[in-house]
């Protein structure tokens, strides 16, 4: 199974040291070029920067199609535009987005979209996680939002939600 990843995921996975769980869960990972560079080009000496190199299963794609990628960069940013003009160009259904626009553009192109909350759910699910909280709450000190109900949310898919649990609910 592939996967294209847009930055923001590449980027809080790194943060979260957890940038392996991706080659644990996917045969095959691209990064689309624009991503490449925001994250690992402009983003050189930056967490994540340089583990990328060590992992398997990382590929960096451009995408050949510039009139898909033109019209979809009209709605999203070139990170985004690209990672769904190559999984288009590639017949790839899994895309990894966080922010919102891009997540709903691909979706309605009936893409299957998870974001980096999707990838700790299912690393938890796989056995390779023990907890989601803790991570999450690594994401809020690090400036990453997360909405009060999606916390939740995510706590109750990955079994962590505790009804009154000391009377916050987690």
Known sequence: MKAVINSSPL????????????????DEIIIPKAVY????????????SKIIHTLNNFVILEASNKMLLDSIMLELDEGEAEV????????????????????????????????????LIIGKKLGFLPNIKYLMDIMLKYKRYISPELYLSVLKKAGEYHEGNDGKGF
Do not use: C, M, W
């Not at 560079?37 to 994540?48: L, P």
């Not at 899994?94 to 998870?114: C, H, K, M, P, W």
């Open 11 to 26: 980027i809080s996975l790194s943060l979260l040291g957890q940038l392996e769980l991706l080659p644990k869960i996917y």
């Open 37 to 48: 560079h925001e994250v690992f080009v402009k983003g050189k000496g930056k967490t994540g």
């Open 84 to 119: 769904i003009a190559l999984a288009r160009e590639k017949g790839i259904q899994n895309v990894i987005i966080d922010e919102f626009a891009g997540r709903q553009y691909a979706s309605l192109l009936g893409l299957n979209v998870t974001g980096t909350l999707g990838i």
